[in-house]
């Protein structure tokens, strides 16, 4: 049985972590997996929850954070050696960039003979400035040398690893979407609808949301500059709810403020883990980020079938049906998002229609069993060009 040692920058809410834990559950029996992952940061929600309801065990290795430092960061990589020549994997499978360019020097030190990684966000582009961006883009190009495979979530992501950022050679790129389990989307949604919507005291008002960790790149100022269009321009009742946490909570609260947006109108929620509840009280469904590999938000909001609108970057074309899931907005316009989003607050019936089809879609595209097999093939593939 084929050993892999599966690393993830941290255990956070978010893709990588249901990513690494239905592959860590499913290729079971077939391969045995022992799943690490660094520390959460404090403003981030704990995702172990996840791992605990599937049984899977794990290890966390404190020292491997979010921030760059040399102290911690060689610590970990360490500690990450001593792991492999304890465990002795096939495979050292790593996800996401902090875990991808420790996990990755130490499986190649070690003389790992199959080394994968994922990509999820693109840190390439939209993180950093552009000299930092160089540094990352040569380091990542350094370690895709030592790499057997490298994984795009997305069709738009793999065409920017092997056509802008020249990563590595085509043969080399897979492109396999995340996976994830979206049945709770669609069972007893009525109930969970009002249970949110008493929750939160909403009554006829529009419920708009955007989910996800309020940091730079996600640009949730653009979303509060929206909100603040609608209240000047909109009749329609609505409510506002960000949903999340993260380092730009406080001076997003205090940008909130100078337009005189608060609660009730404009709310900031924190992370709500019942996320299926959440989805089933919104009636819209937002995004404003400024880079994204495959966004969690938007693939659950169709499984609820909710309503999008949502800036037009990285992969998101790869995750919605433009026109028919999904209102797609310039990213160079703030007005066209304002003007899209009060379109789609306004018109009962455009909601109506984006919401159609969209469960139907997640479900043949983005399910963990589809998941599973697609990297279970990639795996045999690898190992039986050893030899």
């Not at 929600?45 to 060689?74: C, V």
Request: aromatic letters at 8%; hydrophobic letters at 40%; one cysteine or more.
């Amino acid at each position: 049985m084929p050993k892999v040692l599966r690393i993830i920058n941290r255990f956070n809410l978010g893709g990588p972590t249901y990513n690494a834990a239905y592959l860590t559950k499913y290729l079971e029996p077939e391969f045995e997996t022992l799943l690490i992952g660094g520390s959460i940061d404090k403003t981030e929600a704990s995702s172990t929850y996840i791992l605990d309801k599937l049984g899977i065990n794990y290890s966390t290795i404190q020292e491997m954070q979010r921030p760059i430092s040399i102290k911690h960061d060689s610590i970990a990589y360490k500690k990450i050696r001593g792991i492999i020549r304890d465990f002795r994997p096939d495979i050292v499978h790593t996800h996401a960039s902090k875990a991808g360019a420790l996990g990755r020097l130490a499986a190649f030190k070690e003389g790992v003979p199959v080394i994968v990684h994922t990509f999820h966000g693109n840190v390439l582009d939209g993180y950093f400035g552009r000299i930092k961006s160089r540094i990352f883009i040569s380091l990542e190009r350094f370690l895709a040398e030592r790499s057997s495979g490298i994984i795009a979530i997305s069709k738009s992501q793999k065409s920017d690893l092997i056509h802008n950022f020249h990563l590595c050679s085509p043969e080399k790129l897979h492109m396999i979407p995340l996976g994830f389990d979206l049945e709770k989307f669609s069972i007893d949604m009525p109930i969970k609808r009002e249970e949110f919507r008493k929750a939160h005291g909403l009554k006829e008002e529009v419920a708009i949301g955007i989910i996800g960790r309020l940091v730079p790149v996600k640009n949730h100022k653009l979303f509060i500059e929206a909100i603040h269009f609608l209240s000047e321009n909109s009749s329609t009742p609505f409510r506002a709810y960000i949903i999340g946490d993260g380092e730009d909570r406080k001076m997003l609260e205090e940008y909130a403020k100078k337009f005189g947006l608060e609660a009730p109108l404009l709310n900031f929620t924190s992370w709500i883990k019942e996320i299926d509840f959440v989805m089933a009280g919104l009636d819209i469904v937002a995004l404003t980020s400024h880079n994204e590999g495959t966004p969690v938000s938007l693939i659950e909001a169709q499984a609820a079938n909710k309503p999008i609108v949502t800036t037009n970057v990285g992969g998101i074309e790869d995750v919605v049906i433009p026109n028919e899931t999904a209102l797609q907005a310039d990213i160079d316009s703030p007005l066209d998002f304002c003007k899209k989003l009060q379109k789609l607050t306004d018109t009962p019936e455009l909601r109506l229609k984006l919401s159609v089809k969209g469960n139907e879609f997640v479900l043949n595209s983005f399910n963990y069993s589809r998941l599973v097999s697609d990297m279970r093939t990639l795996y045999w593939d690898l190992l039986k060009k050893l030899g």
